[in-house]
Nanobody, 123 residues
Framework: QVQLVESGGGLVQAGGSLRLSCAAS????????MGWFRQAPGKEREFVGT????????SYSDSVKGRFTISRDNAKNTVNLQMNSLEPEDTAVYYC????????????????WGQGTQVTVSS
């Protein structure tokens, strides 16, 4: 069983930046590809980005590519999402998830999820 806890969300003005973190339990963290998803009220959970277990491979949704950067530190069992040039459309609850194979873009392909952290971007 993998425990995931997101942090770093908050309120930011359009054009600003936030850095989200996801802390994972266990000693096999590097064996999991990790993903970031977001979900706005009344909408389905949406893929944001994913990173391979080693951290060497990354993939992003078109809506965030060039603005968001995913990274991980396997020594610390953490995965991060650096969000720049934020837009009101980025407002959502952001979730991190763990999956056995890279890349995965569907929520149903992820085995574990954190509780989410709220990101609100004002205009």
């Amino acid at each position: 069983q993998v425990q995931l806890v997101e942090s770093g969300g908050g309120l930011v003005q359009a054009g600003g930046s936030l850095r989200l973190s996801c802390a994972a339990s266990g000693r096999t963290f590097s064996r999991y590809a990790m993903g970031w998803f977001r979900q706005a009220p009344g909408k389905e959970r949406e893929f944001v980005g994913t990173i391979s277990g080693s951290g060497n491979l990354k993939s992003y949704s078109d809506s965030v590519k060039g603005r968001f950067t995913i990274s991980r530190d396997n020594a610390k069992n953490t995965v991060n999402l650096q969000m720049n040039s934020l837009e009101p459309e980025d407002t959502a609850v952001y979730y991190c998830g763990a999956t056995s194979v890279f890349p995965r873009v569907r929520p149903t392909e992820y085995d574990y999820w954190g509780q989410g952290t709220q990101v609100t971007v004002s205009s």
